[in-house]
């Protein structure tokens, strides 16, 4: 499995756009990129998912480079509410997930 | 609605004790799943089955047990062999290709 990895922590302020960038240098073909939102005492929940380019939804956008051995993920205007812990997540066949430190994204007013 | 329920919220064990974690999906997902979160970490996979009547040891299995003998449930039990059982435990499931689902979670402390 390719292991992942992302910034510890990071801060931002409420109506700033935020990228958490995570690695992934061994990303295998069949492989997608995939990120998760914890708030604390819940389990986390999908946000978006993506193999390659540009993936966008209601909630956020995720960059993928040509050679996929890093994705971004993208969130605009961020709200007291999107302060949570991020996972990156590497994954093929679904059949296992692993979930790494994540990166605590920290809004501040 | 569909999901996925974990049960009880908060439970409270002596030492010595074996503790059973309850987790039902009704999404009619095949795989489902068993994670432990310490303070301030991420997720590790104690548990995972495929299909029914089959499951598979996670990274850290020692010290707890499954079952799956219906689809929609994926019970944990906690044995008194696990030396450091307090934590938040998390059940998640996913059918074919998707993302995981999780639940709510259970809080579980040694008293």
């Known amino acids: 499995l390719a292991k992942t990895t992302q910034p510890i922590s990071m801060d931002s302020y409420e109506g700033q756009e935020v990228n958490i960038t995570c690695s992934h240098n061994?990303?295998?073909?069949?492989?997608?990129i995939t990120w998760y939102q914890q708030f604390p005492s819940q389990g986390p929940r999908f946000i978006i998912q993506?193999?390659?380019t540009k993936v966008t939804n209601e909630v956020a956008s995720l960059f993928i480079p040509a050679d996929r051995k890093s994705s971004t993920l993208s969130l605009p205007r961020v709200s007291l509410s999107d302060t949570a812990v991020y996972y990156c997540?590497?994954?093929?066949?679904?059949?296992?997930?692993?979930f790494g430190s994540g990166t605590k994204l920290n809004v501040k007013p | 609605d569909g999901g996925i329920t974990q049960s009880p919220k908060y439970l409270f064990r002596k030492e010595g004790q074996n503790v059973t974690l309850s987790c039902e999906q009704n999404?009619?997902?095949?795989?489902m799943y068993w994670y432990r979160q310490d303070p301030g970490q991420g997720l590790r996979l104690i548990y995972y089955?495929?299909?029914?009547?089959?499951?598979q040891k996670g990274d850290i299995a020692e010290g707890y047990s499954v079952s799956r003998e219906k689809k929609e449930s994926f019970p944990l039990t906690v044995t008194s062999a696990q030396k450091n059982p307090t934590a938040f435990y998390l059940c998640?499931?996913?059918?074919?290709?998707?993302?995981?689902?999780f639940g709510q979670g259970t809080r579980l402390t040694v008293v």
């Open positions: 999404l009619n997902h095949d795989a």
């Open positions: 061994n990303i295998a073909t069949n492989d997608y």
């Open positions: 089955s495929q299909i029914v009547n089959d499951f």
């Open positions: 997540l590497v994954e093929n066949n679904f059949n296992k997930f692993y």
């Open positions: 993506g193999y390659k």
């Open positions: 998640a499931s996913n059918g074919p290709n998707t993302e995981a689902f």
